[in-house]
């Protein structure tokens, strides 16, 4: 991923992605902004091809500070794709849990729907680790 922007706004980005079914670049705007406990992310993008494919990702997280070393995290992300048929794919991914000393833990849950039904094609919950580089 490739983005310039200051440390809130709206900026270029220009991304790679690989996938099961292949390979590809994305060029979009996204905007980001991080305020106290609150911090957002969002692109929309185009893909670079012949065949139309446009997105949608964010990413909302807020982490209130429950002691000085102790933090509430909750993270919330949204990823949508549409093609020239409609809405291709969806996934949406939520984390509750708690933050300390650079690492993330808690339960998750993952959702996938496709198809131009929204068809709900996977839940996967489960517990989730993460490291703050």
């Known amino acids: 991923i ?47 091809s012949h065949e139309l494919s446009y997105s949608f990702f964010s990413i909302m997280r807020y982490t209130p500070r429950l002691s000085q070393n102790w933090r509430w995290y909750t993270s919330l992300e949204l990823f949508t794709r549409f093609g020239k048929v409609g809405h291709a794919a969806s996934v949406q991914r939520l984390r509750v849990g708690f933050s300390r000393a650079g690492y993330q833990f808690g339960l998750g849950i993952n959702l996938l729907a496709v198809d131009t039904t929204y068809t709900l094609a996977d839940v996967n919950p489960g517990i989730f680790l993460r490291k703050a580089f």
């Open 2 to 48: 490739s983005n310039t922007t200051p440390p809130s706004g709206f900026g270029p980005t220009l991304l790679g992605r690989v996938a099961s079914g292949g390979a590809g670049a994305d060029a979009g705007v996204h905007y980001t902004q991080a305020r106290n406990n609150f911090s957002v992310y969002a692109l929309a993008s185009v893909a670079l």
